[in-house]
């Protein structure tokens, strides 16, 4: 079946522009996850949405940060005003009810110029 | 608040066994382990659960201490497909079972022929 998908793959950007990353989890999946990977480093939590709220945005780094979820299903990561340091690869990741296992989509290079 | 894992790297000839070590400060509810392979997306390989319930693979074991808040990934018989990036995510006593992770920096793992 079709798993997490993301997009763009890849982003370029300049600094001070708008940027949106778009995530279709797998169908069914009630639990969606924002994670940043900076070059060599670990996953770092961004947000967390049940269904089309999300209870959990502590991870935002700012209020350039924030995200929405419609229909239960896409989410869409909006970044304002982009800095060079928001360069990262940003992953998403879709669970079922159990919120076992994580499944992760391929994720979106964001390069801020 | 992140769990620190080690050790950083490990270099394994086939055949041979290695661990990987996971250690929180905060009281931990449940631990999973993903593997990612430079360039592709994180996948899910074991959660280890309060209480003592663990899902995963076969070819791959794991321990969790409640009381140390801390786990061990086993990798016995070592394959050059298991080289790669391992992450732990640990999931805090308190988070409402969301599977809201805070992951480890990550342990390089190379097996050569």
């Known amino acids: 079946g079709a798993g997490v998908s993301q997009s763009p793959s890849n982003k370029v950007t300049e600094k001070g522009k708008d940027v949106e990353l778009r995530c279709d989890p797998i169908?069914?999946?009630?639990?969606l996850y924002w994670y940043r990977q900076s070059l060599g480093q670990g996953l770092e939590f961004l947000i967390y949405?049940?269904?089309?709220?999300?209870?959990?945005k502590s991870g935002l780094p700012s209020d350039r940060f924030s995200a929405e979820r419609t229909g239960g299903s896409v989410s869409t990561l909006t970044i304002q005003r982009t800095q060079q340091e928001d360069s990262a690869v940003y992953l998403c990741?879709?669970?079922?009810?159990?919120?076992?296992?994580?499944?992760f989509g391929p994720g979106t290079r964001l390069t801020v110029l | 608040q992140q769990p620190v894992q080690s050790p950083q790297a490990v270099i394994l000839r086939e055949g041979e066994d290695a661990v990987i070590n996971c250690s929180s400060s905060?009281?931990?509810?449940?631990v999973h382990w993903y593997r990612q392979k430079h360039g592709e997306a994180p996948v899910f390989l074991m959660i280890?659960?309060?209480?003592?319930e663990q899902k995963g693979h076969e070819k791959i074991s794991a321990s969790f201490n409640e009381k140390k808040q801390q786990s061990s990934l086993y990798l016995t018989a070592s394959q050059l497909s298991y080289s790669g990036t391992y992450f732990c995510?640990?999931?805090?006593?308190?988070?409402?079972?969301?599977?809201?992770?805070?992951f480890g920096q990550g342990t390089t793992l190379q097996v050569k022929p």
């Open positions: 949405f049940q269904g089309n709220s999300a209870p959990d």
């Open positions: 990741a879709s669970s079922p009810p159990n919120y076992n296992e994580q499944f």
């Open positions: 280890l659960l309060k209480g003592g």
């Open positions: 995510g640990t999931e805090l006593v308190g988070s409402g079972n969301t599977g809201k992770l805070i």
């Open positions: 905060k009281a931990l509810y449940s």
């Open positions: 169908s069914g999946h009630t639990a």
